[in-house]
């Protein structure tokens, strides 16, 4: 294990099935960083029970279907340490440690808290917890008990990394330098539409899951909304409004993509053909990613033992971290 390379960590919820917008996305960005760095990803399964504390099997559920969607697409267990959260009881102890030294008003206005607890009737009850508002310190602790450098994350996520870098300084200062400040690393991602012109999204109902198969990546496909503007095939498109032309460059090849661009505002090509050239480069991108998710599907014992060791490997460093931070903290 090189140890001079830079430390990655990075987590995400495990709230469902990941779609395109998460490939092309966060996960593109992971295959890359394993490439490089000494990469620390799991599954935030307690992060996801600030949400779906009524749902608790949907939390237990994905978890397998997360590992699942992140070996498929070419996460490498022997290059990266994948590992799920609640495996490792030190980031709760560290979580409670960072509580005492945390103010509650960075907790009070950071955005996530504030926003779920607006007016009347976009209030959230659910949100209105003390996990909630707990929620960045907890991620703090994820990320600093590995000692990471880097956290790459969308930038939805921006508060809560500047808030582990404030914590984080407030520790050192306090009890002396045991973690460096973690930098965030943005995720560019693509504006990716779901199937109904808006943002693809699970809550919208409107995404192409990478676990998806055939048959319904067609149906999904067939079923996309173009330009709205385009109601009849003698009609002229435009790629450029288009909910469905920003995949073709993800996809299909530059003379596909050249052609479009050309034919469609001229009405030389339907949008029924256009999809059907999107259908078929999809499917054949995918199929590695589907025989991927197959062959770990049919060999269970094979992602337990991957989980496992990942597991064993994260723990090591959560507890030799956790020995000198009660030394420091005179516990
Ligand atoms: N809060 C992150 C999200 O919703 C998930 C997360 C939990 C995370 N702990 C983390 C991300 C630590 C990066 C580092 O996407
Ligand atoms: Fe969109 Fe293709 Fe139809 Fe043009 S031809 S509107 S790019 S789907």
């Known amino acids: 294990m090189a140890t001079e390379k830079k430390r990655v960590v990075s987590g995400m919820r495990t709230t469902g099935k990941l779609h395109l917008g998460h490939f092309h996305g966060v996960l593109t ?40 969607d992140w070996l498929s697409v070419g996460i490498d267990p022997e ?3 994948l590992f799920i959260q609640s495996k490792i009881k030190e980031h709760a102890e560290l979580h409670l440690l960072l509580s005492m030294i945390t103010p509650l008003s960075w907790l009070l206005r950071n955005p996530t808290f504030k926003d779920s607890q ?8 659910d949100l209105a917890t003390y ?69 693809m999204s699970k809550s919208y109902n409107n995404a192409i899951y990478l676990a998806d198969d055939e048959e319904t990546i067609r149906k999904k496909v067939s079923q996309m909304v173009t330009d709205i503007q385009r ?26 993509v050249e052609r479009i661009k050309r034919e469609c505002p001229r009405a030389e090509i339907g949008c029924v053909e256009c999809k059907k050239i999107l259908m078929q480069n999809l499917l054949t991108k995918l199929a590695p990613v589907r025989e991927k998710r ?15 060791n990942g597991n064993d490997r994260a723990r090591k460093i959560a507890m030799a971290t956790m020995e000198q931070v009660r030394d420091h903290m005179k516990i």
């Open 294 to 308: 197959c062959y770990y599907e049919e060999h269970p014992d094979l992602l337990r033992e991957i989980i496992e």
């Open 131 to 199: 996990g909630f508002l707990g929620y960045p310190v907890l991620q703090a602790a994820d990320i600093i008990i590995y000692r990471s450098h880097l956290v790459p994350i969308g930038v939805d996520q921006l508060p809560h990394v500047e808030l582990t870098r404030e914590i984080t300084r407030r520790f050192n200062y306090l009890y002396g330098e045991v973690f460096p400040v973690p930098k965030p690393i943005l995720t560019e991602v693509p504006k990716l539409m779901g199937l109904d012109g808006r943002k």
């Open 29 to 68: 960005n992971w295959l890359e960083f394993q490439q490089q760095y000494d990469c620390f990803f799991f599954a935030a399964d307690w992060h996801a029970l600030t949400s779906e504390f009524q749902h608790p099997e949907i939390v237990s559920e994905s978890i397998q279907d997360l590992f699942l």
């Open 118 to 125: 607006g007016e009347a009737d976009n209030k959230n009850d």
């Open 231 to 256: 109601a009849r095939r003698k009609d002229p498109g435009d790629p450029e409004v288009c909910n469905l032309f920003p995949l073709h460059p993800l996809y299909s090849s530059a003379a596909e």
């Open 79 to 81: 290059k990266v340490t």
